[in-house]
T-cell receptor, first 113, second 113 residues
Framework: DADVTQTPRNRITKTGKRIMLECSQTKGHDRMYWYRQDPGLGLRLIYYSFDVKDINKGEISDGYSVSRQAQAKFSLSLESAIPNQTALYFC????????????FGQGTRLTVV | TQLLEQSPQFLSIQEGENLTVYCNSSSVFSSLQWYRQEPGEGPVLLVTVVTGGEVKKLKRLTFQFGDARKDSSLHITAAQPGDTGLYLCAGAGGGGSNYKLTFGKGTLLTVNP
């Protein structure tokens, strides 16, 4: 089983719908992140969380919200999806100590029509 | 905003050739990481370089961190089709943000048999 699991892997949704992407990890890491990846733009940080009670905005948080339900679970919500949120979304984790190496999930491909 | 510029953006070569990809910034990073991403998967960490001037080797891959810790290079010797993928560099610790990774946009490498 993967250390960082994202669900769903693929999702097509309509404009205006609320959608939640989920991430769970078995690495025991405190830190969790949500990124989106777009062709030509690379990976951009949406939100990050250092522990259950610490959630911070990244560089592109508008239109997104997150919830850290437990140390192992971090979900990303699009309150009202719009077409330019079509992208590949990645969850990642890192340890509090020992460096910032990130461990990524397999990604969720989201299409908003 | 810290930026990491990767070059070239695209690279298509024949099996057996050597290649170098570059990652440059005007910011100083406490460490720099290289990831490889294959289609449909999340990025996977290849190496972390920490000390200015550091050189690390991973089989046919050689990674170097610049003396000033602002740039890095990845050299692949005798490339193979299995090396095909998106290579991403990521800097940690720029601007005092030790927790946060700044990603380059990546170099898409295709190695043709």
């Amino acid at each position: 089983d993967a250390d960082v699991t994202q669900t769903p892997r693929n999702r097509i949704t309509k404009t205006g719908k609320r959608i939640m992407l989920e991430c769970s990890q078995t690495k025991g890491h405190d830190r969790m992140y949500w990124y989106r990846q777009d062709p030509g733009l690379g990976l951009r940080l949406i939100y990050y969380s250092f522990d259950v009670k610490d959630i911070n905005k990244g560089e592109i948080s508008d239109g997104y919200s997150v919830s850290r339900q437990a140390q192992a679970k971090f979900s990303l919500s699009l309150e009202s999806a719009i077409p330019n949120q079509t992208a590949l979304y990645f969850c990642a984790t890192s340890a509090r100590t020992g460096g910032t190496e990130a461990f990524f999930g397999q990604g969720t491909r989201l299409t908003v029509v | 905003t810290q930026l990491l510029e990767q070059s070239p953006q695209f690279l298509s070569i024949q099996e057996g050739e050597n290649l170098t990809v570059y990652c440059n910034s005007s910011s100083v990073f406490s460490s720099l990481q290289w990831y490889r991403q294959e289609p449909g998967e999340g990025p996977v960490l290849l190496v972390t370089v920490v000390t200015g001037g550091e050189v690390k080797k991973l089989k046919r891959l050689t990674f170097q961190f610049g003396d000033a810790r602002k740039d890095s290079s990845l050299h692949i010797t005798a490339a193979q089709p299995g090396d095909t993928g998106l290579y991403l560099c990521a800097g940690a610790g720029g601007g005092g943000s030790n927790y946060k990774l700044t990603f380059g946009k990546g170099t898409l490498l295709t190695v043709n048999p």
